[in-house]
């Protein structure tokens, strides 16, 4: 059906930048809103952003300012550009893709994002 696979996480220092991607394969079609959530050791999975098949983009109020998602229709992509990051910001972050009319996501792999000197 939809695949999507996450990639860009890694080690970086506190006020350091990553950007990450997740690329949608398969029947895109069936793919509506994206977005990002992230997974802390101890905390359940928070929603940090999404982004429309228009563009239109919110975001958790953690990250406003320092964490930006776009989406490029034409790639089936969509990136998190990750800035000022905080050792707060360490998480396992994972793109999501809302089905078409149903209350229900494709979720990636997830990929580890570590804030640390």
């Known amino acids: 059906q939809v695949q999507l696979v996450e990639s860009g996480g890694g080690l970086v220092r506190p006020g350091g930048s990553l950007r990450l991607s997740c690329a949608a394969s398969?029947?895109?079609?069936?793919?509506?809103?994206m977005g990002w959530f992230r997974q802390a050791p101890g905390n359940q999975r928070e929603l940090v952003a999404t982004v429309t098949r228009g563009g239109i983009t919110n975001y958790a109020d953690s990250v406003k300012g320092r964490l930006t998602t776009s989406r490029d229709n034409a790639k089936n992509t969509v990136y998190l550009q990750m800035n000022s990051l905080k050792p707060e910001d360490t998480a396992v972050y994972y793109c999501?893709?809302?089905?078409?009319?149903?209350?229900?996501?494709?979720w990636g792999q997830g990929t580890q994002v570590t804030v640390s000197s």
């Open positions: 398969g029947n895109i079609f069936e793919i509506d809103a």
């Open positions: 999501t893709g809302r089905r078409v009319g149903v209350p229900d996501d494709y």
